[in-house]
Nanobody
Framework: QVQLVESGGGLVQTGGSLRLSCVAS????????MGWFRQDPEPERTLVAA????????YYPDSVKGRFIISRDVAKNTVYLQMNSLKPEDTAVYYC????????????WGQGIQVTVSS
């Protein structure tokens, strides 16, 4: 079983930056596909960044491309989401998630962390 704990959320002004961290336990991130999702205001969560188990395949939707960067530190078993040039529409609860079967269906979720961008 995998446990995920997010940190680094908070309040930032438009144009500012924030870095979210996700510490995994129970499995190394080097065998997990990892993603960051956000949810606001609808109940459906939207994928905003993903990194596959090898670390060589990255995904970003157009809404965040060029502004967000997903990365990992295998030694620390931690995945990061660097968010730059933040906009009010980035305001949401952000979730770290792990896909143990590499099938696009995420099996484990963090508790969620609030990011608020003010203007």
């Amino acid at each position: 079983q995998v446990q995920l704990v997010e940190s680094g959320g908070g309040l930032v002004q438009t144009g500012g930056s924030l870095r979210l961290s996700c510490v995994a336990s129970g499995q190394t991130v080097s065998v997990l596909d990892m993603g960051w999702f956000r949810q606001d205001p609808e109940p459906e969560r939207t994928l905003v960044a993903a990194i596959n188990w090898s670390g060589f395949s990255l995904y970003y939707p157009d809404s965040v491309k060029g502004r967000f960067i997903i990365s990992r530190d295998v030694a620390k078993n931690t995945v990061y989401l660097q968010m730059n040039s933040l906009k009010p529409e980035d305001t949401a609860v952000y979730y770290c998630a792990a896909d143990k079967n590499w099938d696009g269906l995420y099996d484990y979720w963090g508790q969620g962390i609030q990011v608020t961008v003010s203007s």
